[in-house]
């Protein structure tokens, strides 16, 4: 019911350049897989959950096939250049549930040719999937994990009341610092 005006956000957009904000101290993704692609977002995060979205990604590609997902390998390997002088990468990254189930649990800790660079580098991998309604309000925004499937994956449940509720919070944060979103 409640909204968030879209013009004060556009007009708060920000020039990052090539290398990172210098107050991002780590990075995390968030990919939202389809049965025809699979977007990754990448966030850049620092003191108190001020964040700076840095990178959007689309895999276009049927998410049955590993061809796909090998493609997910190179965006969650890609460093980022800190003006301290430092590259950093990604260090976790979460992965919903919510098409292409089994693909997304082998990626996120199958046995599959999916893992292979990810699991060489322990970039950790999260398989989430969002739940709403009324046995979600007030619980955490991430749940604790419960091994789920026949191949007994770790699986974190999402309230969306609470990440909805944070997430708008943030967006009506004027100021820089912590909860505020920069934009590009």
Not at 95 to 102: L, R, Y
């Given at each position: 019911a409640e909204s968030i005006d879209a013009v004060p956000l556009f007009n708060r957009r920000e020039c990052f350049g090539k290398e990172l904000p210098e107050k991002v101290c780590f990075l995390t993704a968030g990919a939202d897989v389809h049965p025809d692609r699979i977007e990754v977002q990448t966030v850049g995060?620092?003191?108190?959950e001020e964040c700076w979205p840095l990178a959007y990604d689309i895999i276009v590609g049927d998410t049955s096939r590993d061809e796909t997902w090998k493609q997910v390998n190179p965006i969650l390997l890609r460093p980022f250049r800190h003006p301290l002088g430092v590259e950093l990468q990604i260090i976790r990254a979460a992965?919903?549930?919510?098409?292409?189930?089994?693909e997304v649990y082998d990626f996120c800790g199958g046995a599959s040719p999916k893992t292979a660079v990810r699991r060489s580098l322990m970039i950790g991998t999260m398989a989430v999937k969002g739940v709403g309604g009324k046995r979600m309000i007030g619980a955490p925004i991430l749940t604790r994990p419960r091994k789920t499937g026949v191949k007994r994956i770790m699986l974190y449940l999402v309230s969306k009341n609470s990440a909805l509720k944070t997430i708008s919070a943030w967006l009506k944060n004027i100021e820089p610092g912590p909860g505020y979103v920069h934009f590009r």
């Open positions: 995060w620092g003191e108190g992965f919903d549930t919510g098409n292409a189930t089994d």
